[in-house]
């Protein structure tokens, strides 16, 4: 069914564009009593820390107009249970398993990496954006030095490719995705959460412990889409889409604007089937062009724009 809808990163090939994003669908398990994953491009896991981690007190979800504010704060099993109990179910779905992977310190990512190298997971994402950890987490990825010499080290030791998950919150987003490509990145994903916060008018206080809780959903698309032009426009790098998409004309305008994947998270809470029903959508919507003549190709026709 999927020929159209095929794109190709690397040496990866996907059915589809249509991946689910990372700690909206834990390790899939729960989805897939709605429908076969294997249907998707690809599943990416809830980010995997190297000890496990309880998250944060609650609450941890909130909702606001057009999306959700929540400080999980990476609650997951950790590697070890992660490699013992949940990726020899993962890999029975026929579809690209990425692994998430957030670490305190350099260290961290490292000993992380080190461990899924001799698994058969198709890429590694690394979350240098969560905005709902003390340490490591958005920290590594707003500040341009301490991500490339993360990247660097990565990079010399990983058998995987590396995809690198950005924050919205770095002050310059076109000058770091710049330096990841000099040193030999070549897949970003934009993005991770944006940093907001609610008040619990009642109790006057503010909603979260962490004060600061990441945004997501409908209301964040149009501000990805526009960072997905630019750096499509001023890197050239290959790019996953991120934010708020809903129905596949979200996809195809991420697409269009250089995306060469999405991926879809707070609509996996509101409908289950959304990863399903993307695919579907975008098969019939896409008849005599494919999915990979389509990346970016809304650039070609910036000029026909009459204002
Ligand atoms: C409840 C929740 C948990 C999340 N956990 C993670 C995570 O563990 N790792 C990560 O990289 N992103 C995490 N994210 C961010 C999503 O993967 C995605 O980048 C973000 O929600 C934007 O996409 P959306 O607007 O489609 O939700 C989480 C998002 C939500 C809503």
């Not at 990372?22 to 899939?28: C, E, K, P, R």
């Not at 998707?40 to 909702?63: A, M, Y």
């Not at 959700?68 to 779905?93: H, V």
Request: overall charge neutral; charged content about 25%.
């Amino acid at each position: 069914m999927n020929n159209r809808l095929e794109v190709k990163i690397g040496d990866l090939t996907f059915k589809n564009p249509i991946l689910l994003a990372s700690g909206t669908i834990g390790f899939g398990e729960e989805i897939s009593k709605f429908y076969d994953l294997s249907i998707l491009g690809g599943i990416v896991t809830k980010s995997i820390t190297l000890k496990p981690r309880k998250g944060n007190p609650p609450p941890r979800i909130w909702e606001a107009y057009s999306g959700i504010l929540n400080s999980i704060g990476l609650e997951n099993p950790g590697i070890e249970a992660f490699l013992c109990e949940e990726i020899e179910k993962l890999q029975r779905i026929d579809t690209n398993i990425i692994v998430s992977i957030a670490g305190e310190s350099e260290s961290e990512y490292l000993d992380l990496i080190k461990s899924l190298n001799d698994t058969k997971v198709s890429a590694i994402e690394l979350n240098v954006s969560c905005p709902n950890v003390d340490k490591g987490g958005m920290h590594f990825g707003v500040d341009k030095d301490s991500l490339i010499s993360l990247v660097k080290k990565v990079l010399k030791i990983s058998k995987k490719p590396v995809w690198v998950k950005l924050s919205p919150e770095a002050k310059d987003i076109v000058d770091i995705v710049l330096g990841l490509k000099n040193v030999g990145v070549n897949v970003v994903v934009l993005f991770n959460t944006f940093l907001g916060m609610a008040i619990d008018w009642k109790n006057r206080k503010p909603a979260f412990k962490r004060i600061f809780a990441g945004y997501s959903g409908p209301a964040v698309k149009p501000l990805v889409l526009r960072y997905v032009w630019e750096v499509y426009e001023k890197t050239g790098i290959t790019i996953i889409g991120c934010g708020g998409i809903i129905n596949y004309t979200d996809v195809l305008e991420y697409i269009l604007a250089g995306a060469s994947l999405v991926e879809v998270g707070t609509a996996n809470f509101i409908n289950p089937m959304i990863g399903k029903e993307l695919v579907e959508d975008l098969y019939r919507n896409i008849e005599d062009e494919s999915i990979q003549d389509l990346i970016g190709f809304a650039h070609k026709r910036k000029e026909d724009n009459i204002l």
